[in-house]
Structure formats: structure tokens, C-alpha cells
């Protein structure tokens, strides 16, 4: 058995909220006053997010080893994913008295108008990622659902020649004609729900929720 197929074995398909969940009472919770009457319900509180990225982190870190990483972030729904990922990553790497060197670099797509996934997908950060030749990559983004975004980015990522390509995506909705195959690290598989916070906007409004 080769070390990816056992890694593949060993990771988790990530946390299933079934479609029946409805979440948490907002009374629960304090949030700002102006969003007030514009929220269902909290469905994911912030820490049971961060356990779920330590996770996500070590799994990571048993597949890469010692190797160097490049983060390449999804703008702008993948920043607080990412920023916690990365730091969760470092970590555990110095508690294990591991030497891995990160670097990340950013890059943006739109494919969203109001809260509706749109035919037109357009690549707006940078479009020169040479530096990813020959190296270990791992794209970050918030949210996965038909899966067309993330197959333009690889298919994109791959003309760089890296020499390994891993996916993180903290949310996997289960939607009609989603996408065929998981990322590599998962942390929640989701209804067909639109989500905002954690820097999941509607109309660039609700990313600062936590």
C-alpha cells in the first residue's frame, strides 16, 4: 500500500450535519445588533469550527511530513479559514519539533450573484503561480458545492506543474450534480443551506460573524 493510499484511507470524510439540523437559537449567542432579524439560527458555532480545524491540521500534517507547504487561499469566503488553518498547521508542526517552512499566496474568483452560483466564472487575483513548480500545495476554500470553481482552479493550479496538490474545504454542501469527489480534507459536509459568517458573505455582508 502506497502512503497515499493509506492517507486516503485514514482521513475522515469530515463532520455530516443531516438535513433535519436547524441549528442553534441565536439567543444563545451574542452578535452585532444590526444583523437582527437577518439570521436563522447559528449552525455552526466558532469553536466547534476550530476543533474541527485542529483536525483537519493534523491530518495534513501526516500526509506532508517534513515537506515544505504552499497555501494557496481562495478570496475572499477562504481568509479566516485559511488564516486558522495555516496557524493550526504551524502549531502543531513546533510541538512535534517539525522544521515546515509555509508560504501563502492568494487568488480570487467570482462565480456568485446574490446568493446564487452563476455560469460566468472569472479568475481576479493573480495568474502567474510559478512559484508552485515542483512544490506541495494545498488550495484552502471556505465552501464546495457544484465543485466547477475548484475544477478551474485545479485544472489552472496543474499548468504550474506542483509537484503534489491537497484540497481543504471547510464546507462541502450536498447539493443536485455536486461535486463528484470530496476535497482531501473536509471539515463539515453540509445541507443545501446558504451559509454566511466566518467570513461567508451575502453581498459582501455577515463576514465578520465568527
Not at 19 to 27: A, F, R, T
Not at 102 to 114: G, P
Not at 128 to 154: P, Q, W, Y
Amino acid at each position: 500500500m502506497t502512503t497515499d493510499m493509506a492517507a486516503d484511507q485514514r482521513k475522515e470524510p469530515g463532520v455530516v450535519i443531516k438535513d433535519g439540523w436547524s441549528g442553534y437559537s441565536l439567543e444563545l449567542f451574542n452578535y452585532p445588533e444590526h444583523y437582527q432579524g437577518d439570521l436563522e439560527c447559528v449552525y455552526i458555532p466558532h469553536g466547534v469550527i476550530m476543533n474541527r480545524i485542529e483536525c483537519l491540521a493534523r491530518d495534513i500534517l501526516e500526509d506532508i511530513g517534513h515537506h515544505d507547504l504552499m497555501v494557496l487561499c481562495v478570496l475572499k469566503g477562504g481568509y479566516k479559514f485559511c488564516s486558522d488553518l495555516v496557524e493550526s498547521i504551524k502549531a502543531q508542526s513546533r510541538s512535534a519539533n517539525r522544521r515546515l517552512t509555509t508560504r501563502v499566496e492568494f487568488i480570487r474568483f467570482k462565480s456568485y450573484l446574490n446568493d446564487q452560483s452563476t455560469e460566468d466564472l472569472h479568475i481576479i487575483g493573480p495568474d502567474d503561480l510559478s512559484m508552485l513548480k515542483g512544490k506541495n500545495v494545498l488550495i484552502v476554500e471556505a465552501i464546495v458545492d457544484t465543485g466547477k470553481t475548484m475544477r478551474a482552479l485545479l485544472q489552472h493550479v496543474e499548468t504550474f506543474q506542483p509537484k503534489m496538490v491537497k484540497v481543504a474545504g471547510l464546507l462541502v454542501k450536498r447539493v443536485p450534480h455536486g461535486a463528484a469527489e470530496l476535497p482531501d480534507y473536509v471539515g463539515f459536509v453540509i445541507p443545501n443551506r446558504f451559509v454566511v459568517g466566518y467570513a461567508l458573505d451575502y453581498n459582501e455582508y455577515f463576514r465578520d460573524l465568527n
